[in-house]
């Protein structure tokens, strides 16, 4: 396969200046007109015109009106002789292709007798041929026509210039975007669907028309994306002067989607898991999910679609920024400083656990990667997330006005264009030449070069007579592929920390003689720095990395005491959520770590891994009187069990589980009559209402009543109540927090209030992935949930070839119930190994993204390591595997 390189970028040889689409659609086979306005590029050497096709039937090709020659080498379609000249001239391609056989779900395909399209990243190309590259932004207009019976509706991006009636039961509609925009953007639709719509005016007094397309049913449950859509518009004309530039602007559900959702421009296409809601079918975390990916979407129609990338390398250009966005909106949207604070641990722990992890492992890359085999391998964590967590450093580093003006500058010099991450990094520095960002620019771009999650390791002196604390911090970052250790240089590293004193009082910092308040953020960026603190007249504790001020870890050698300040005192929300998860982590690790002859006297007790004082301590939280719920349930948690095993060199998923069990049963037991408390006081939140305090009631009113099933063993009086809230519970949180406390503690009750959530439910497709995903998630008792997923696929409601159900059952066993996967039989690896093929063959991109579960196989502890290396190479070893797959296994066995 070929490997794409970042620094062989070259601009097009032709630009595509209009496109004029027609489409005659039918399933089985769609025909396509495509008639292109297409001129030299005078900036480049002559040479052929050459455009990207995939799964065509060429008809026909025209220029300028008559038959030319062409030739097609390796899937392009290559023409030599075009007119000279930097005339533009008209080419015309005729092609076919098969929407039904489609089961990619890249470029034109059939969901439930619709028709839907996803061309981000090259599914273009799987329509028509065409220069299908982000740089190539064309004006669109389209023609749609089917039959009228069973395509009623018919969609695309941009305004609807015309639609009628034809001959033999078709119509048409025809649609213009007002707008240039890069192939990736195109969309259409067409279907039986019905719309919510609202009429909407911006502050400039412009109309606009907005509306929700799905299938005829579910209208009900689009009140909530509605909803979240007119806050989107709102907020981003408020926080960033980004007004609506569309008449009109749709989403569109479908249920086979690969990905979320689309920001094809003025017709955005969703995952219906991220549309549909109501509060009888969907939870808490649905209702955030929509809200933020909504959001998402329709921010892109700034950071993503005026403003593209130059090329694929530069994707973080608009997802990094565009999450940062979304994070920033479902914040601002939450409203207290607890529920913002509550959102920014939820986006770090899936930092942590997930992109730190993918920085560790073989798939690690920089966040604007140097090559790739598979773009579509390439929509990682790192890109997203790490890709917002630099955008949030610079939004830190110039402060709230100055990104502001930042992003002002951006789009003053590159609408309409399409640029690259240093053209954004540079814009932001330039509308900030007095920031710390302009002051270290050429080291801050590293976070886009280098990959791999740096530690800061930190050290503190207290000297009793000078009166000072001076912090030393010095920073490594280990090697990743392609890049040694010794070859990266020293990152930029906001460090925002704040002192306690002995009773967890705040301390005024002075540095250097000036006040810098109680907290400040100090900015790192050599190898190695030291700040002394004066007026410090006792040891005192350091709340570090505030907010998780860099995606970075920390190496500081805290007391326990220092932790149990933290938690207790910081005026960091974060820091005292961190503070319990340290506490517990490192009893766990230690616990996992020690042997037989090692092992202390608690540990040697797993029923008493934790020491008492940190009982006491998560006691205390549970009960505090002022303390937020949803806080409360995230400090209760405990690292999870992927968290723990990124911290240990050998990984022992068995024992890593039996340990966190085992300190999961101890918090259980002990905060026993705390948990009934908790539960009687936050079981009941009133009238459903989808918004931060209440589901925070209702997440801690879960966890307690997990635990208090887990306490009772899954029998006896809870697990009762719990059966009971199933059946009678008026919203779906409650109802699958209390399944899920049944599943999880293995209740002989699980097996009925599955049952009965299967009957009452069976019609909701959404919900029926939540029922697969919590089988495949409940306890191995006895290697019990293989068999049960096993027979789960060959439930008639499982389908492989449904992207959501397929996660809910096969990805959720392989990747989110490490012990029911990592069997000593290597039966769960088996199970991976043929479920990556079977996806293969139907869908490379989700065979892709579950082929990375056994990314980490290195670390596996024997006999898991060997086991699952075999099964990798099993993988590797098909002959017809797909680009995809086959670079994800090739660099995983390295
Ligand atoms: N920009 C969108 C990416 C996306 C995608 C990529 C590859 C294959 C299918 C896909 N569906 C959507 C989503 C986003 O980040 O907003
Ligand atoms: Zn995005």
């Not at 930097?86 to 969901?111: H, M, R, W």
């Not at 909530?224 to 569309?246: K, N, Q, T, V, Y």
Request: aromatic fraction near 8%; charged fraction near 20%; hydrophobic fraction near 40%.
């Amino acid at each position: 396969p070929t490997v794409v390189q970042r620094l062989d970028y070259t601009a097009p040889a032709f630009w595509i200046e209009t496109v004029e689409l027609a489409f005659d659609l039918d399933p089985a086979k769609t025909r396509v007109l495509n008639k292109m306005q297409v001129r030299r590029n005078p900036e480049v050497p002559a040479q052929p015109l050459r455009l990207d096709g995939e799964d065509l039937n060429l008809a026909r090709v025209l220029v300028n009106g008559s038959g030319t020659s062409f030739k097609l080498d390796g899937g392009q379609l290559v023409l030599e002789n075009l007119p000279e000249g930097p005339e533009p001239f008209a080419l015309e391609i005729f092609t076919t292709c098969a929407p039904l056989k489609n089961t990619q779900l890249s470029g034109l395909y059939v969901s439930q007798e619709t028709f839907f399209t996803q061309c981000e990243a090259q599914g273009f190309r799987r329509i028509t041929y065409f220069l299908d590259r982000p740089d190539v932004m064309a004006s669109y207009s389209v023609l749609l026509r089917a039959d009228k019976a069973h395509y009623p509706v018919l969609l695309s991006n941009g305004n609807l210039v015309e639609s009628g009636d034809l001959d033999d039961g078709r119509h048409f509609a025809r649609w213009h975007d007002p707008h240039k925009k890069p192939s990736y953007l195109f969309a259409l639709v067409a279907g039986k669907l019905v719309a919510r719509e609202q009429k909407i005016t911006s502050r400039t007094g412009k109309e606009h028309l907005l509306q929700v397309w799905v299938r005829p049913g579910d209208l009900e449950k689009t009140e909530h994306a509605m909803r979240s859509l007119m806050h989107a518009i709102a907020w981003d004309e408020a926080r960033f002067g980004l007004p609506l530039d569309l008449e009109r602007f749709m989403i569109v559900a479908t249920s086979d989607f690969n990905m979320g959702a689309m920001e094809n421009k003025g017709l955005n296409i969703f995952n219906t898991k991220y549309v549909l809601a109501n509060q009888a079918t969907a939870t808490d975390a649905d209702f955030a999910n929509i809200e933020s990916v909504v959001g998402h979407e329709y921010f892109h129609n700034w950071t993503g679609n005026r403003i593209t990338c130059r090329d694929w390398f530069q994707l973080s250009l608009k997802e990094g920024l565009t999450v940062f966005r979304d994070q920033e909106f479902s914040m601002d949207m939450a409203g207290s400083a607890s529920a913002r604070a509550v959102k920014r641990i939820e986006d770090v722990r899936v930092l942590r656990t997930v992109q730190f992890a993918e920085d560790a492992g073989p798939m690690a890359h920089p966040v604007r990667p140097d090559s790739y085999v598979e773009i579509n391998n390439f929509y990682t964590v790192t890109i997203y997330e790490k890709g917002a967590e630099v955008v949030r450093m610079q939004h830190n580093l110039v402060g709230k006005d100055g990104f502001a003006q930042g992003m002002k500058l951006y789009f003053e010099r590159f609408d309409g264009q399409a640029v690259t991450c240093d053209d954004f990094v540079q814009a932001m520095a330039d509308a900030n030449p007095a920031s710390p960002l302009a002051q270290h620019l050429d080291a801050f771009k590293r976070w886009y070069s280098q990959a791999g999650t740096p530690t800061v390791h930190a050290s503190g002196v207290f000297d009793a007579q000078a009166q000072t604390y001076t912090l030393t911090l010095r920073q490594s970052c280990p090697a990743t592929p392609g890049q040694s250790a010794s070859a990266k240089q020293p990152f930029v590293i906001p460090v925002t920390l704040g002192l306690l004193d002995g009773q967890g009082k705040a301390l005024p910092l002075q540095l250097q003689g000036l006040n810098v308040g109680t907290e400040h953020t100090l900015v790192l960026h050599q190898e190695e720095q030291a700040w002394t603190f004066t007026g410090i007249t006792s040891q005192p504790t350091p709340s570090l990395l505030r907010s998780l001020s860099a995606p970075v870890l920390l190496d500081y050698p805290f007391t326990e005491a220092e932790l149990l300040t933290l938690l207790a005192h910081d005026s960091d929300a974060f820091n005292r959520w961190e503070a319990a998860q340290r506490l517990s982590l490192r009893i766990a690790t230690n616990a996992i770590a020690a042997t037989a002859e090692t092992a202390t006297e608690k540990e040697q007790n797993p029923a008493n891994l934790l020491p008492q004082s940190v009982v006491d301590a998560l006691r205390l939280v549970l009960e505090h009187p002022q303390l937020d719920a949803a806080f409360k349930e995230l400090v209760l948690t405990l690292p999870s069990e992927s968290y723990i095993a990124e911290q240990l060199d050998s990984v022992d998923p068995q024992r890593i589980h039996s340990v966190r069990e085992a300190m999961r049963r101890q918090l259980a037991l002990a905060l026993q009559p705390q948990w009934q408390a908790a539960y009687e006081a936050h079981a009941h939140t009133g009238a459903y209402q989808p918004e931060p305090i209440a589901a925070g009631r209702r997440a801690l009113a879960g966890l307690a009543l997990n635990m208090l099933c887990l306490a009772a063993q899954g029998d006896g009086v809870w697990a009762g109540k719990a059966y009971q809230r199933v059946k009678d519970a008026g919203n779906m949180t409650d109802k699958a927090n209390a399944l899920q406390a049944l599943v999880q503690s293995a209740s002989p009750l699980a097996s009925n209030a599955l049952d009965y959530f299967y009957r009452q439910l069976r019609h909701e497709p959404l919900v029926l992935d939540k029922w697969f995903a919590l089988q495949a998630a409940a306890p191995d008792v006895q290697g019990s949930v293989l068999p049960a997923v096993k027979a789960l696929l060959k439930h008639p409601d499982f389908v492989l070839k449904n992207p959501n159900r397929a996660r809910s059952l096969v990805f959720t066993y392989c990747n989110a119930n490490p012990g029911g996967f990592h069997r000593l039989d290597a039966a769960g690896y088996i199970f991976w190994a043929d479920h990556v093929l079977a996806l293969d063959a139907i869908n490379p991109q989700m065979a892709a993204r579950l082929a990375r579960a056994l990314d980490r196989w290195q670390k596996l502890a024997p006999p898991y390591r060997e086991a699952a290396r075999e099964a990798i190479a099993r993988v590797a070893a098909k002959a017809d595997l797909s680009n995809d797959v086959r670079e994800v296994v090739a660099r995983a066995l390295g």
